[in-house]
Every structure is written in C-alpha cells, then in structure tokens.
C-alpha cells in the first residue's frame, strides 16, 4: 500500500473530501517532512508557511460547509522556481534577482489555486533553468533523494526530487528541453 506522503494529488484529493484528513493535517505532513528530509535533499527552496496554514484553514472551513474550490480542494503544492508567485521571489537561479518578488501570478499557479490547491513553496531550478542538474548559486545544489552524492536532473530537479521524496502532494514543473523528461531518467 502506498504511504500518504506518496499518494496522487487525486488521492488526495479524495481523502481530503471523504474527511479521511483534513487540509492543515495533510500540509502539517507535509511540512514536517521537508523539515525532516529537506536539508540534505535541498529540493524546497522557499516556502511561505503563514500563507500556506491559512488557506489549509480556509480550505478546512469551507469543506465544512459543504464547498469545494475544485478538484484539487487542499492539496497541498510545491511548484517549480521559475514559475511567478505573489509572496514568494522568482530568480530563475540568478543570483542578481535574489529578491525578484513579482506583482502577480503565472497563469498556471492562477488555475492551480482556482482548483484548489494550497501553495506551500517553490523548488530548485539551475541557472536560467539551462542545466542537466539543479545547482544555482541562489539556492545551492539539489540532490536526489535516493543517493544524495547524486543529483536529480534539471531544471526540473528540484520538482522531481520533491515528489520522489514525499515533501508535496502535488508539483508543476516545466519541460523545453527535456527539464521534466531528464528528471524522470534520474
């Protein structure tokens, strides 16, 4: 059986509507697990816990009513670096955007958001996103979380690393060069 920091956003997703577990329970999960495995892994860059136990709250007190944002009601996410999200920066690895804080949303954390989901933090990318690995000079190197003298592939590796170590329900990554694809291979 598949442990619950491994399950589908969708099984998530169900639990969280069936009351199984509620939305600040799944993310205090979450959130202790990167406590717990993110330092040696360094896939989870930067996180904004406030906001996140909010929204769980949030998300809690509306399912209580009998609501549900959407498909995706509480789960909880991580997205990667290069993606804009209000509150959190957007370097792409570069270290002279160090404290790029953007002023609005990419479309996809928009929908993400609109479908429900509670946006914990971002993950490591490489440099301009242009690496087979995630090192920057922001955020250091990620590594693979099944042998930590390895690393995860790029630029999506911190994603890939983040799912594959069961710090978050649910990651988006992105893929021009094959930045999803080498991961997967890693």
Same mark, same amino acid.
């Given at each position: 059986?598949?442990?619950?920091?491994?399950?589908?956003?969708?099984?998530?997703?169900?639990?969280?509507?069936?009351?199984?577990?509620?939305?600040?329970?799944?993310?205090?999960?979450?959130?202790?697990?990167?406590?717990?495995?993110?330092?040696?892994?360094?896939?989870?860059?930067?996180?904004?816990?406030?906001?996140a136990?909010?929204?769980?709250?949030?998300?809690?007190?509306?399912?209580?009513?009998?609501?549900i944002?959407?498909?995706?009601?509480?789960?909880?996410?991580?997205?990667?670096?290069?993606?804009?999200?209000?509150?959190?920066?957007?370097?792409?690895?570069?270290?002279?955007?160090?404290?790029?804080?953007?002023?609005?949303?990419?479309?996809?954390?928009d929908?993400?958001?609109?479908?429900?989901?509670?946006?914990?933090?971002?993950?490591?990318?490489?440099?301009?996103?242009?690496?087979?690995?995630?090192?920057?000079?922001?955020?250091r190197?990620?590594?693979?979380?099944?042998?930590? @003298?390895?690393?995860?592939? #790029? !630029?999506?590796? +911190? %994603?890939?690393?983040?799912?594959? &170590?069961?710090? @978050?329900?649910?990651?988006? #990554? !992105?893929?021009? +060069? %094959?930045?999803?694809?080498?991961? &997967?291979?890693?």
């Amino acid at each position: 059986m598949i442990t619950l920091p491994f399950r589908s956003a969708k099984q998530l997703s169900l639990l969280i509507r069936q009351k199984k577990i509620g939305c600040l329970e799944l993310l205090d999960l979450y959130l202790d697990r990167v406590e717990r495995y993110n330092p040696k892994i360094n896939a989870v860059v930067f996180m904004d816990v406030e906001a996140a136990r909010k929204r769980a709250k949030q998300a809690d007190r509306t399912l209580a009513k009998g609501e549900i944002w959407g498909p995706l009601h509480g789960v909880p996410m991580t997205i990667k670096e290069s993606f804009d999200v209000v509150g959190m920066p957007t370097t792409w690895g570069v270290p002279a955007h160090r404290n790029n804080y953007p002023r609005k949303n990419a479309v996809a954390v928009d929908r993400y958001l609109k479908a429900g989901v509670v946006l914990f933090g971002k993950t490591n990318v490489p440099l301009y996103l242009a690496d087979r690995q995630s090192f920057n000079e922001v955020y250091r190197t990620t590594n693979n979380p099944w042998d930590v @003298t390895r690393i995860p592939g #790029g !630029s999506s590796g +911190g %994603s890939a690393a983040a799912l594959a &170590a069961g710090l @978050t329900g649910l990651e988006t #990554g !992105s893929d021009i +060069g %094959s930045s999803i694809r080498n991961p &997967a291979h890693y």
